[in-house]
C-alpha cells in the first residue's frame, strides 16, 4: 500500500463547477499537508500548506485536513480553464522536510 | 520574480552512456533538492543538501547516481550509466533552511533512456 493515494482522474468538470480533489495517507505520523498544481511539462507550484486538521482558504482554493479518517481534501471554486492542471497532494512527519507525493489527479476544466 | 533554472530541458541518451543535469536554485536559498518524477506518478526526493552538504540522499540509487554542490550554490545530478528505467522528469527544488515547508521547483529536466 502507498503511503499516499490519489486517484489519477482525469476529472473533467464544465467552467464554474465547485471542484473537489482528495487524497487519503496511511501514517498518521504525517502532520504537514501541501497542495501542489504542475501544468504540463512544468515543475509543480505550491498551492496551499496546512497543518495538521482543519480548513484553509485562499482565494478560490480551500484546503480540509481530516486526521481521523486520514483524509485530505482541495476544493476549488468557480473553476476556470486555467485550473487545467495536474494537481499532487504531499505529507510529511514533524521530524523531517521529506515529503511524500501522491501519483496527482489531472484536472480539465471545458470552457 | 526569482526562478529555479535547470539546464538541459530535454536530454535524450542511449543506455550505458553518461548525462549529467544542472540546476541553479534561487538565490539565498540554502536547502536543494533534487526530485525524480516518473510518468503518472509524484515525485520522489533523490537527495537533498544544506549548503554543501548532504542532509538526505537515502533513495539516491549510489550505484549510478552521483550528486554534488560544491560551493553549495549550483548542483549538479549524474547518471552513469544510465539504464532505460531512468527515463523521467528530474526536478530540482530549492528553499530557504527556515522556510523548508515551501520548496520552490524549477521547470525540470526531462530524460528519455533508449
Known amino acids: 500500500q502507498k503511503e499516499v493515494e490519489q486517484d489519477p482522474g482525469p476529472l473533467s468538470v464544465p467552467e464554474g463547477a465547485i471542484v473537489s480533489l482528495n487524497c487519503t495517507y496511511s501514517?498518521?505520523?504525517?502532520?504537514?499537508f501541501m497542495w501542489y498544481r504542475q501544468y504540463s511539462r512544468k515543475g509543480p507550484e505550491l498551492l496551499m500548506y496546512?497543518?495538521?486538521?482543519g480548513n484553509k482558504e485562499d482565494g478560490r482554493f480551500t484546503a480540509q485536513v481530516d486526521k481521523s479518517s486520514k483524509y485530505i481534501s482541495l476544493f476549488i471554486r468557480d473553476s476556470q480553464p486555467s485550473d487545467s492542471a495536474t494537481y499532487l497532494c504531499?505529507?510529511?512527519?514533524?521530524?523531517?522536510?521529506?515529503?511524500?507525493f501522491g501519483t496527482g489527479t489531472r484536472l480539465k476544466v471545458l470552457a | 520574480e526569482a526562478e529555479v533554472a535547470q539546464s538541459p530541458r530535454y536530454k535524450i541518451t542511449e543506455k550505458s552512456q553518461a548525462v549529467a543535469f544542472w540546476c541553479d536554485p534561487i538565490?539565498?536559498?540554502?536547502?536543494l533538492y533534487w526530485y525524480r518524477q516518473i510518468l503518472g506518478q509524484g515525485p520522489e526526493l533523490l537527495v537533498q543538501?544544506?549548503?554543501?552538504?548532504?542532509?538526505?540522499d537515502s533513495q539516491l540509487p549510489k550505484d549510478r547516481f552521483s550528486a554534488e554542490r560544491l560551493k553549495g550554490v549550483d548542483s549538479t545530478l549524474k547518471i552513469q550509466p544510465a539504464e532505460l528505467g531512468d527515463s523521467a522528469m528530474y526536478l530540482c527544488?530549492?528553499?530557504?533552511?527556515?522556510?523548508?515547508?515551501?520548496?520552490?521547483f524549477g521547470p525540470g529536466t526531462r530524460l528519455l533512456v533508449l
Open positions: 504531499a505529507t510529511r512527519t514533524s521530524g523531517t522536510y521529506k515529503y511524500i
Open positions: 501514517n498518521s505520523a504525517f502532520q504537514y
Open positions: 496546512t497543518y495538521s486538521s
Open positions: 538565490s539565498g536559498h540554502a536547502t
Open positions: 543538501f544544506q549548503d554543501e552538504s548532504v542532509v538526505d
Open positions: 527544488a530549492s528553499s530557504l533552511w527556515s522556510r523548508q515547508e515551501t520548496q520552490y
